[in-house]
């Protein structure tokens, strides 16, 4: 009888993570299909799921029938979950308002778009009632997250069209807001830290104070939408939304920390994630903050309790958990970008490292990370901006060890200058640092060393059919995944052009 084939010998090793994640999507995005076209798009798969689950019983398998009553699980409670929140708007936007509303509320979100800024307001208050569902505003007036505000406006319900653009904030209802009143701030605890770094930064560091704040905090709304757009051609405008780059920092920064003190692993991973989550609070607990902070506690409570640790397993884990808390994270850019990049260095980064092995170590690991994220995430970014970096490698390869060196420094002279405000001259240092960066930044244009194509889903199904056979994860020849990468890219851009 012939055995089972060893790790080695199979094209794939099961990871049941990766498939609870999967069923997780599945039931996020057959939610969203229903809006439109009924309710057995959310059914149909659900009993799929369920009927192989217990037909895998009734055969024995009790591992595959597990996991796939797993699933099913998993992807009822997405689309459950998902479900509430779509109709807690319906019943929002359906209700009968006055054709002029006084709004009071919390601003959670402010972002900048040229001559206007766009925020929303955490469920206000109307003519004294509350209103159970977020709203977005366009005014011309500078705000801040925490500022809470009043203003009259006309409430303009979203259409259901439009719903996926508005899902991941929560956002009923679309308004234009003039004579807009600040009359209070936020007691949140988060919002508080957050407005007290933004006050520091603003204080003591001058013109780089966008970049210091955005750098820190993920919020670019301060920096000038010209300069901001040139950071988004050059491909790095990645280091003003923290993600695993920022989180990574932080979390070996504090863990080398505890570990002079010698705490134990057990209570070491606790503190760390316990201050990656609440930094991550104050960034507004955005998907790629959240994302990282899981991974890392995952990382760290693997290592306390001596487990090996898989990076898919716990990539999948993570968007689990991000899902059930906010399904239609999903739907947003920060999400999908962040897990993107993420996934791509886990299925891409060790091919290319392999086939850079003719390179000096350290150089040549650099060189992987990035062009792994380049081949993994290129389509997405085409397909949300309409364009890609062709020396997006060259530039991060340049930048992240500067903002490496940057970062830590200016958070660890930010917390100092908050405890004692004396020592503001430590933040002198990286603000001579940003603005060379951003000297030297101003000096290209970097939208001429763009490829500007736009692709449609199915294009982009295509190439990573393609792209997924010069994965580590599936044990082709190295041949195999050279062809992968060549004919992926070579697609992609014939297509394009």
């Known amino acids: 009888m012939a055995k089972d084939k060893t790790a080695s010998q199979r094209y794939f090793n099961l990871r049941p993570f990766v498939l609870f994640a999967i069923a997780s999507v599945l039931g996020v995005v057959c939610t969203v299909l229903s809006v439109n076209y009924g309710f057995l798009v959310v059914l149909l798969p659900f009993l799929a799921l369920t009927i192989i689950g217990l037909i895998l019983v009734v055969a024995k398998s009790k591992e595959l ?3 796939t009553l797993i699933m099913a699980l998993l992807f009822i ?89 508005f899902l991941t904030d929560n956002v009923g209802f679309s308004v234009n807001a003039s004579d807009i009143e600040i009359v209070g701030q936020s007691n949140n605890l988060f919002e508080k830290c957050y407005l007290k770094i933004k006050s520091v930064i603003v204080e003591h560091m001058g013109e780089q104070a966008p970049f210091a704040l955005a750098l820190i905090t993920g919020d670019s709304s301060l920096i ?68 990282a902070t899981v991974m890392s506690a ?23 958990i991000i899902l059930l808390f906010n399904p239609f994270d999903l739907l947003s850019t920060g999400f999908v970008l962040s897990y993107g990049c993420v996934i791509s260095i ?46 997006s490698v060259l530039l991060n390869l340049l930048v992240v060890p500067i903002i490496g060196v940057v970062y830590p420094f200016l958070l660890i002279f930010i917390v100092l200058t908050i405890i004692i405000k004396p020592l503001a001259f430590l933040l002198k240092a990286p603000e001579v640092i940003l603005f060379l ?61």
């Open 346 to 391: 886990c299925l891409f980064y060790k091919t290319f490292e392999n086939l850079l092995k003719f390179m000096p170590e350290k150089l040549g690991g650099s060189v992987a990370l990035c062009l792994s994220v380049q081949f993994g995430v290129s389509p997405l970014v085409c397909y949300y901006f309409g364009y890609t970096s062709i020396i």
């Open 437 to 497: 960066v951003r000297y030297v930044a101003n000096f290209f244009e970097f939208e001429k060393f763009n490829l500007f194509f736009k692709f449609s889903p199915i294009i982009i199904f295509l190439y990573y059919t393609f792209a997924v056979f010069a994965t580590e994860k599936l044990n082709f020849s190295k041949r195999v995944k050279l062809f992968s990468i060549i004919a992926s890219t070579s697609f992609l851009l014939v297509v394009g052009v």
């Open 224 to 291: 000038n939408s010209n300069e901001l757009s040139n950071f988004r051609f050059s491909g790095v405008s990645h280091i003003f939304a923290v993600s695993g780059l920022h989180i990574g920092f932080l979390v070996g920064l504090i863990s080398a920390f505890f570990e002079i003190l010698k705490i134990k692993r057990e209570k070491k991973a606790f503190l760390v994630t316990f201050i990656a989550l609440f930094y991550s609070g104050i960034c507004g607990f955005t998907p790629s903050s959240l994302r």
């Open 65 to 67: 029938s597990i996991y």
């Open 298 to 320: 995952i990382l760290l409570f693997a290592k306390a309790k001596g487990k090996k640790y898989d990076m898919l397993n716990s990539i999948s884990l993570s968007m689990i």
């Open 77 to 165: 409670l997405t689309s459950l979950v998902s479900s509430i929140k779509i109709a807690n708007i319906n019943n929002c936007v359906e209700k009968a308002y006055p054709s002029e509303c006084m709004l009071s509320g919390k601003v959670v979100s402010a972002k900048c778009y040229g001559g206007y800024y766009s925020y929303i307001l955490k469920t206000p208050n109307y003519n004294g009632d509350k209103i159970n569902c977020n709203v977005q505003f366009t005014s011309e007036y500078e705000l801040s997250k925490g500022d809470i505000v009043s203003f009259t406006t006309s409430l303009n319900p979203i259409d259901k069209s439009e719903y996926s653009k």
